[in-house]
């Protein structure tokens, strides 16, 4: 990824990832050693590239906002209990619903969050191109994170 590239991720999610609330996702760790907050911003960049890549000309600021927010549920998934014993399944809507709330996202972004997890939420399938450049990066990523990245 060039400067260039860096640029123009920065100039859409910039602000947001300053946001108090997208800093908390520092504290909780997603795969392995890899912070919720590192991971989505491994998705970000890897939707960015294979948009990018394969030419899709996805809107960029539905993709990337969607991708940065994707897992932005701030809580931490491996303790237990009822609530989050069917974390992979109930996380997109929990993350959608604060993407709402804070960022008051459009609906377009919020519906790549809500069907990042298919097809584990069967009834949510991907409805757009960034929808699927998101639920394509995000396994990719949740992959290369979890076999290679650990220390």
């Not at 907050?37 to 998705?43: A, E, P, T, W």
Request: charged share 25%; glycine share 4%; hydrophobic share 35%.
């Amino acid at each position: 990824m060039n400067k260039s590239d860096k640029k123009i991720i920065t100039d859409i999610i910039g602000d947001m990832i300053k946001e108090e609330h997208v800093q908390q996702m520092k504290e909780y760790i997603q795969h392995g050693n890899i912070t919720t907050y590192k991971h989505c911003i491994n998705v970000v960049k890897l939707c960015y590239i294979l948009d990018k890549k394969f030419d899709l000309n996805a809107d960029p600021y539905v993709l990337l906002n969607g991708a940065l927010l994707h897992d932005f549920y701030l809580y931490d998934w491996h303790k237990e209990g009822l609530k989050h014993g069917l974390h992979g399944y109930t996380h997109p809507d929990t993350a959608a619903d604060k993407a709402i709330e804070i960022f008051d996202v459009d609906e377009k972004t919020e519906s790549i969050i809500r069907s990042h997890m298919w097809p584990l939420t069967l009834f949510h399938p991907p409805k757009s191109k960034e929808g699927w450049i998101l639920c394509v990066a995000d396994k990719l990523s949740s992959m290369a994170e979890t076999l290679w990245m650990r220390k």
